[in-house]
């Protein structure tokens, strides 16, 4: 669970009782007269008044006690409201950063490009008929070659590479603080590989952070608080899925590149996860919209389905389902997600929530919103 501190309330205070301090001094003052009068021929006066005025200071004395300690009990629970507030408002003043989409590539068979992203947003968008194959049917990228996964990723991140040099033309690559990959060790060889072709003016490592889905996101968003203005990171995958006979699904294949800093046209926000046996996903998405700080839904929702049945959602009116489209990418499902989301809002300038599956989680979900300061 990720949810926000809960503090219970502070224990009620009830206002110290002069009425009942006021009777007790009335009713000391009533007895000592008493017993002024029936006592008058064996005790001296000056002793009744000097014991009444002695029980009047005791009871005076404890009504001062009880108020001292009402007064600190008060101070207390203003010390805790302030404290308990404080910490509330740190979490999600934290819970709530973001981090800039400044370049964004996919490749894949259904879209390569934000025009043909946007026909993934239309109802009357046929998608794409899966190839058939030995083992079963699959979505295709029929610029690469080959029937092998492993080299079918290789190509796949050279291609990812070729269309962010044609998409960015001559303008130089920022060098990358940090550097994640979703995907095999031999397909990010082949996509250093090209870069140093490409640009060889960026220097990666030969060993790359792992991709973690939604926990990663968390990690470069930390990373990019306070750091230098043109401070970029970099993560990128490809994913070929295997064919497998009887699945739902049609083997899918894409890649997907991100330059994330603190200025871009839009924001990915640190999103959530859901785990079935953890909490509802009611309270789930309720939080991602507290997180994103609007009052309703996204109108619209870029969604893979999940692994199995989380319940019913109103997470968005309009949910555009994208795996038939794209067919099964395992661990690069909600990249994918976050790229369609982050088009349609550089398209429409409305925020666009996503859901997909995570590694570690059985649900991500998040919102993608413009940035207005930009």
Sequence with gaps: MNS????????????????????????????????SVLLRPWVEPLWVVVGTGFGLFVLLLLMLIQVLYLRLKQHNAHCYTQTSAQVSHAWWANHRQTVALAEAVLVSPACTTRLHAQRLFSANYQPLVPVATPKGPAIRLLQVQGDEVSERERHLAIQLV??????RAAHAIPQPTRCYW?????AWQAFVDQMALSFPQVQLPERPEPWAGI??????????????????????GCQSSSPRGGSDLPAGEASVLWLLGAQGEVLFSRGEWFDVDDESLTAVTQRALQQSELPKPAQVCVSFSPAQDVGACDWSPQKKMQDAHFGDLQGLQAMVAQTLAAWYVEQHQVPCAWMAKDPHHTLALGVVKPNVAN
């Design 4 to 35: 926000a501190p809960q503090f219970m309330p502070y224990p009620s205070i009830k206002p110290p009782a002069y009425s009942r301090w006021l009777a007790s001094g009335a009713g000391v003052l009533v007895v000592a007269g008493v017993v």
């Design 215 to 236: 926990r990663s996101l968390h990690s470069i968003i930390d990373h990019l608080q306070g750091t230098a203005v043109d401070a970029r990171v970099l993560c990128a």
């Design 162 to 167: 070729l269309h962010w040099q044609e998409q």
């Design 182 to 186: 979703q995907g095999s060790q031999a």
